[in-house]
């Protein structure tokens, strides 16, 4: 059986045609990967007040943070760039106060209008309307966090989608030839198993913020099974030979 299996691993004398489309595959999901990370610093980071990503951003995106409000957190986040500290400052503390209607009569809605209504009056879609003092008000609020709603809508995206990124990548890295034959194994489903450690604990981290820990270490996990599976197979396609 050893013998035959010689022609089902991956190397120079495998089918050009599948060696293409193999690499193919692997380069863009390499990129996508690539991507994925950026978009994850992109929407996490600064979330807790501190420059850069840590386990707290990480908490706060799940379960919220009731000293704050989802204005505060986007403007310290993703929306930073959209005003000048000072009138963030102002909109934040406006928020912290209790949203004031009188307050956003005399001095917020003068910022908002300038800064944020090029895109939250409807145009650009995905930003919510933030044009009256009610639907500002809305994202004044204590944060509490992930909605479960959200949460639901974004497992059943992320399951559905990365069953398709590792079974691509899975098959790939089946055709190579690794020893110890455990390390192939725990390569391949680790992935599988890291998807639903961590989406479960991002509903278990909207109870205890200590859960952003395992969400941070599932995706290592996951992290370096993905660069197993790609080096290995991409160094066999073009460089070992059958033996
Ligand atoms: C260039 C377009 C643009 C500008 C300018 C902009 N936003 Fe946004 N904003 C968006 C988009 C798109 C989203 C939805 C996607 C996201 O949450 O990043 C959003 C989301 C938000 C959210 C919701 C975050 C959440 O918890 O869902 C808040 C709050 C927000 N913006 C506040 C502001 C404020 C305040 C300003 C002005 C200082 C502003 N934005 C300026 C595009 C913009």
Known sequence: MMQNEGRFFISKD????????????????????????????????????NPGINANDIAIAYSGNVNTSRLTTALLGPMSGNAPSRERRAIMDWATDGADKAQYEASIKTIIDNRCLRCHDGSEAGAPLMVTYEQLAEFAKPDTGMSLATLVRVSHIHLFGMTF?????????????V??????????????AMMITDIGS?????????????????????????????CVSFYQIWFSRRT
């Open 14 to 49: 495998f089918p050009q045609s599948l060696r293409n489309l193999f690499s193919a595959a692997l380069i863009t999901l390499g990129l996508g990967y690539v991507f994925a990370m950026i978009q994850v610093y992109e929407t996490h980071a600064g979330l807790d007040g």
């Open 165 to 177: 990124i590792f079974f691509i990548m899975g098959f790939i890295f089946s055709h190579a030839r």
């Open 202 to 230: 991002w509903y278990l981290t909207k109870l205890n913020p200590e859960f952003a820990w395992i969400i941070i270490g599932s995706g290592a996990i996951m992290g370096m099974c993905f660069a197993v599976e790609w």
């Open 179 to 192: 020893r110890p034959a455990w390390l192939k194994h725990v390569a391949m489903i680790g992935p599988f």
